[in-house]
């Protein structure tokens, strides 16, 4: 990329949404993107194969802890914003383990923070109003709604229930305190459950197609009512590039996608769009393979997002219908099973071991 060139600096671009969203920004935007990711057991340089002869793309493996190389990435691409997407994201795994969740979301956030403001108070006065730091957050900030509750809003007080969502509370409260403190022009977006290409399998919506594929059994946790407001990850993206373009600075947007389903809704409706477009002899109806399991310990019940503050400042509006969404999503799947195959490595047998292999059937 030739010197001098505005850039933003995305982390966790490897990853699910962060995939989805460097290539959806290079798809609409000149801007180019420096991508850093750890590439963990969820980040993988196949969902950005798309990009090997984009020279607007340039990957750097490497940890946000890692302060030096974070200072060496501002001082020598200078880039005009930090979109952080990089954290452990999977609720299971920060219940078996939660010291790596505390380490990257609130460690690695804070790591980022402090060399973000260090670049950022040195930039000339134009600049510094131009920056921005985009934190991407959650739903589970907020904690669990009971079924007759308004959705959470932005101002919905943080209640945070499981090590993962403490953890990303705790770094929204630094990300947001340094605005307060330093002025260091912050937008944080919290967000509902994303669906979509480039999903790690360990995911309500990929497991289940992946499992039901090779006729496993398919495992909901508890009674299967728990509600989660589901959006198509294209959509997301769209909503962070208008917050990074136009959100204002100090401010949270929530984005979510209008389409509450309870868990078994959503397995039925993924089985049933297997039973169209991908039937399986001796299966007459693909929620045969559906097993109730023991519940997952501290399970938030129900999840809904406002995203009233984003559209009435921002217009934006999901463009995705959840049953379009979710049969593309089904499709993909299907299609890049090589995909699927590469991303399961021997430790992720390993953590199907560990999460379902003491689970009993509820
Ligand atoms: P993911 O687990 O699929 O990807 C995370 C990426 O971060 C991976 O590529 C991983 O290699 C990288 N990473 C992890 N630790 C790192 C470190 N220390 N340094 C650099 N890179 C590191 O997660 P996702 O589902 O794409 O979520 C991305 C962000 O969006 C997260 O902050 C998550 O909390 C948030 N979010 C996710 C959802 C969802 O439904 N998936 C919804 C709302 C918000
Ligand atoms: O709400 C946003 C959050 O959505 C993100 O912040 C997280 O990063 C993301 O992982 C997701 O969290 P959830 O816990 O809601 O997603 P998950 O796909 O793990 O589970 C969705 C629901 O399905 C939840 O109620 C648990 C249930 N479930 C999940 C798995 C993996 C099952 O019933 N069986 C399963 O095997």
């Known amino acids: 990329m030739p010197r001098g060139t505005r850039v933003i600096l995305v982390t966790?671009?490897?990853?699910?949404?962060?995939?989805?969203?460097?290539?959806?920004?290079?798809?609409?935007?000149?801007?180019?993107?420096?991508?850093?990711?750890?590439l963990t057991y969820a980040g993988n340089l196949e969902n950005l194969a798309g990009l090997k002869n984009d020279a607007?793309?340039?990957?750097?493996?490497?940890?946000i802890n890692d302060r030096a190389l974070v200072a060496k990435l501002l001082r020598e691409h200078r880039p005009q914003a930090v979109v952080n997407?990089?954290?452990?994201?999977?609720?299971d795994r920060s219940i078996h383990g939660p010291a790596d969740f505390v380490q990257t979301n609130i460690m690695g956030t804070f790591s980022l923070?402090?060399?973000?403001?260090?670049?950022?108070s040195n930039l000339?006065?134009?600049?510094?109003?131009?920056?921005?730091?985009?934190?991407?957050?959650?739903d589970e900030v907020y904690g669990s709604l009971g079924a007759n509750d308004p959705a959470f809003?932005?101002?919905?007080?943080?209640?945070?229930?499981?090590?993962?969502?403490?953890?990303?509370?705790?770094?929204?409260?630094?990300?947001?305190?340094?605005?307060?403190?330093?002025?260091?022009?912050?937008?944080?977006?919290?967000?509902?459950?994303?669906?979509?290409?480039?999903?790690?399998?360990?995911?309500?919506?990929?497991?289940?197609?992946?499992?039901?594929?090779?006729?496993?059994?398919?495992?909901?946790?508890?009674d299967g009512k728990n509600v989660r407001d589901w959006l198509y990850v294209g959509d997301h993206c769209e909503a962070v590039r208008l917050a990074l373009k136009r959100g204002r600075p100090g401010e949270t947007y929530n984005i979510g996608g209008n389409a509450e389903k309870t868990n078994l809704e959503v397995v039925n409706a993924l089985c049933a769009i297997l039973d169209e477009i991908r039937p399986q002899p001796h299966i007459t109806h693909h929620s045969s393979l559906i097993t109730?399991?023991?519940?997952?310990?501290?399970?938030?019940?129900?999840?809904?997002?406002?995203?009233?503050?984003?559209?009435?400042?921002?217009?934006?509006?999901?463009?995705?219908?959840?049953?379009?969404?979710?049969?593309?999503?089904?499709?993909?799947?299907?299609?890049?099973?090589?995909?699927?195959?590469?991303?399961?490595?021997?430790?992720?047998?390993?953590?199907?071991d560990l999460n379902y292999g003491r689970r009993e059937r509820a």
Not at 13 to 37: C, H, K, M, Q, Y
Not at 56 to 63: I, L, M, N, Q, S
Not at 85 to 91: K, M
Not at 187 to 199: A, D, E, F, L, W
Request: aromatic residues 12%; charged residues 20%; proline residues 6%.
């Open 85 to 91: 997407f990089a954290a452990e994201s999977h609720v």
């Open 292 to 352: 109730h399991v023991q519940d997952r310990p501290g399970h938030d019940r129900r999840y809904a997002m406002d995203a009233g503050k984003l559209r009435s400042e921002l217009g934006w509006m999901p463009r995705e219908q959840f049953d379009t969404g979710l049969k593309k999503t089904v499709q993909w799947y299907l299609d890049h099973m090589a995909w699927v195959d590469g991303v399961v490595s021997g430790a992720y047998r390993s953590w199907i």
């Open 56 to 63: 607007r793309h340039t990957f750097v493996k490497g940890d």
């Open 12 to 38: 966790g671009g490897a990853g699910f949404i962060g995939s989805n969203f460097v290539l959806d920004w290079l798809a609409a935007e000149r801007t180019p993107v420096v991508n850093l990711d750890k």
């Open 124 to 138: 000339k006065e134009a600049e510094k109003s131009d920056f921005r730091f985009l934190h991407a957050s959650t």
């Open 113 to 120: 923070l402090e060399e973000a403001r260090a670049y950022w």
């Open 153 to 222: 809003t932005e101002t919905t007080p943080y209640a945070p229930n499981s090590p993962y969502a403490a953890s990303k509370a705790a770094s929204d409260h630094l990300v947001r305190s340094y605005h307060h403190t330093y002025g260091l022009p912050v937008v944080t977006t919290n967000c509902s459950n994303n669906y979509g290409p480039y999903q790690f399998p360990e995911k309500l919506i990929p497991l289940m197609v992946v499992n039901a594929a090779k006729r496993k059994p398919l495992p909901v946790y508890g």
